[in-house]
C-alpha cells in the first residue's frame, strides 16, 4: 500500500430522514409479503400469528435500543462485526466476518432478489407459475442494478432507500386501508375464537419467530454506518425509535387486514399471499400488489447492499480481509471493492438458491450472532465504559434479548435436529482454518500483494481512515 496517499474519509452524510429509511427500508422488504402465511402455519392460529407478529417488533425494538447503545460508545462503522472486536476480540469478530460475507450477506441478497424477481414477473404468468430460469435472470439483473448504483454515489443510493421506502410505506397503507373496509362490512370471521388451535411448542414458536424476524430484519442496519451517519449519538436512538414502532404497528394492521380479506385456510395455503389479498379487493388491479411487493423487495434490497458492503469494508479495514476491500473510489469515496466482492458471491448464491430455506439459515445464523454481540454490550456495562455522550438502555433489555436469542438458536436444535443446522455450525467454525495462517500468522501470499496494486489502480480505489469528527 502507498504509505503517502492521502487517506480517504466516507462523508457524514446521513441525517435523521435517511437514517429512518435506511431502518425502515430494510425492514419493510419480501418477509411481509412472504412470511404471514408461514407464522400462522407454525402457531396455528390468527390470534397466536398476531402475537408472535407483536412479540417479534418487541425484540427488533429491544435489540436496536442495545444497539444505539453500543452504536453511541463504539463510534465506528461495521455493526455486530465492530462490536465483537471491540468487546470478544478477534477470532470471533473475523467468524463473524467470514460468515457473514461469505454466507448470510450474499444469501439474504439472493434470497430478496429472488423475491422480488418473483412478484416482478408474476403479472406476465397469470395463473401459472413463471419458469425458474427467468426468475433468476430477473433477480441478477436487480442484484448488478443496485450493485452499480450503491458503486456510483452515497446519494444517490440514498435517495433510491427513500424513494422506495415511501413507495412501501403507501402499499402497506392500501392494504391496511383494505382490511379496514373489510372489517367494517363484517369479514370479522377470522378473529372469533381466535385463539383456537394454537399449537405451543418449542419448535413451532421457534419455526414461526424464524418467519415473523426474518421479516423484522434489517433493524440493525444503522450500526453498521455509525462513521457516515451525522451525529450518531443523537440520531442513532431516534432513528431506531421511530423506525421500528412504525414497522411494527404495520406489519400489525397489514396482518389483520390479511386475515380480514381471507380466512386462515386460504391465507396458509397462498403462496404469495399480497396477490392473492389483491385478487379478492382490488379485482383487476390486483397486479398492483406484485408491484408493490417486488418494489419494497427492492428497496430492501438496496439498504441490505448498502450495510453489508460496510461490513466487509470494515473488516478489511481491521486486517481481517484483503486490503484492497477496505478502499473508496477516489472520487465517489464509496467502498466499491467490496460492494463489488458482496455482488460476485450474491450472484454465485443465486444459482443454488430457494428463498424458504435461506430464511431460516439466515435467523439462526445471525440470532446466534447477535447473542454473542449483545453479550459484549453487557461487558461494556458491567466495566462501565461509557462515554459522557452516550445513550444507556437498562441493563434488563439486552438480558432479555440475549435470553430470546439463545431460545432461538436452541429451538429448532433441541426439538427437531436438522443436520443442515450443523452444517452451518461447522462452516462457522471453519472460519478458524483461515484465522491461524492468515490473521494470526500474518501470512500475506506475495500475489495478493501484487493483486491488491494491480485493482487499485484498476478500480481507482485508495486507503481510508475512520471517521471519527
Ligand atoms: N426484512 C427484510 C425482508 O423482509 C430482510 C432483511 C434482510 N436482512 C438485512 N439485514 N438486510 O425482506
Wanted: aromatic letters at 12%; glycine letters at 8%.
Amino acid at each position: 500500500m502507498n504509505e503517502n496517499t492521502q487517506k480517504l474519509n466516507l462523508k457524514r452524510e446521513i441525517g435523521l430522514v435517511s437514517a429512518v429509511s435506511l431502518i425502515a427500508g430494510t425492514m419493510i422488504g419480501s418477509g411481509i409479503f412472504m412470511s404471514p402465511q408461514w407464522v400462522l402455519y407454525h402457531i396455528g392460529s390468527p390470534g397466536g400469528s398476531l402475537v408472535i407478529w407483536a412479540a417479534c417488533g418487541l425484540l427488533a425494538m429491544l435489540g436496536s435500543l442495545s444497539y444505539a447503545e453500543l452504536g453511541t460508545v463504539i463510534k465506528e462503522s461495521g455493526g455486530e462485526y465492530i462490536y465483537i472486536l471491540r468487546t470478544s476480540g478477534p477470532l470471533p469478530a473475523f467468524l463473524l466476518a467470514f460468515t457473514s460475507m461469505l454466507v448470510v450477506r450474499p444469501a439474504s441478497i439472493a434470497g430478496i432478489a429472488l423475491s422480488f424477481a418473483e412478484y416482478a414477473v408474476a403479472p406476465f404468468y397469470q395463473g401459472c407459475p413463471p419458469p425458474e430460469l427467468v426468475v433468476k435472470f430477473v433477480a441478477a439483473a436487480c442484484i448488478l442494478l443496485l450493485a452499480i448504483a450503491n458503486c456510483l454515489n452515497v446519494r444517490g443510493s440514498m435517495s433510491i432507500q427513500v424513494f422506495f421506502m415511501a413507495a412501501k410505506l403507501i402499499s402497506l397503507v392500501v392494504i391496511i386501508i383494505g382490511g379496514v373496509v373489510m372489517l367494517i362490512n363484517g369479514h370479522t370471521s377470522s378473529f372469533q375464537n381466535a385463539f383456537q388451535g394454537t399449537i405451543v411448542g418449542i419448535n413451532p414458536i421457534g419455526m414461526a419467530f424464524y418467519q415473523g424476524l426474518w421479516s423484522y430484519d434489517g433493524w440493525n442496519n444503522l450500526n453498521y454506518v455509525t462513521e457516515e451517519l451525522k451525529r450518531p449519538e443523537v440520531n442513532l436512538p431516534r432513528a431506531v425509535m421511530i423506525a421500528i414502532p412504525l414497522v411494527t404497528v404495520l406489519y400489525l394492521l397489514v396482518n389483520i387486514s390479511y386475515l380480514a380479506v381471507m380466512t386462515p385456510t386460504e391465507l396458509m395455503s397462498s403462496s404469495a399471499v399480497a396477490v392473492t389479498w389483491g385478487n379478492k379487493v382490488l379485482g383487476g388491479w390486483s397486479w398492483l400488489m406484485s408491484v408493490a411487493a417486488a418494489l419494497s423487495s427492492f428497496g430492501s434490497l438496496n439498504g441490505t447492499f448498502f450495510s453489508g458492503g460496510r461490513l466487509c469494508y470494515v473488516a478489511a479495514r481491521e486486517g481481517h480481509m484483503p486490503d484492497i476491500l477496505s478502499m473508496a473510489h477516489v472520487q465517489r469515496l464509496t467502498p466499491s471493492p467490496a460492494l463489488i466482492f458482496s455482488t460476485a458471491i450474491s450472484l454465485l448464491v443465486l444459482i443454488p438458491g430457494n428463498f424458504k430455506s435461506i430464511v431460516n439459515f439466515f435467523s439462526f445464523t445471525a440470532w446466534f450472532f447477535y447473542a454473542i454481540t449483545l453479550s459484549g454490550l453487557l461487558y461494556l456495562k458491567l466495566k462501565k465504559r461509557h462515554l459522557p455522550e452516550s445513550y444507556e438502555v437498562p441493563v434488563v433489555i439486552p438480558i432479555i434479548v440475549i435470553i430470546a436469542a439463545v431460545f432461538l438458536v436452541l429451538a429448532p436444535i433441541i426439538d427437531d435436529p436438522g443436520i443442515e443446522y450443523l452444517y452451518v455450525s461447522l462452516f462457522i467454525l471453519s472460519g478458524v482454518m483461515f484465522y491461524i495462517p492468515f490473521i494470526h500468522f500474518k501470512l500475506c501470499p506475495n500475489f495478493l500483494t501484487k493483486a491488491t496494486v494491480f485493482l487499485q489502480l484498476f478500480l481507482e480505489v485508495a486507503p481510508t481512515e475512520k471517521n471519527t469528527d
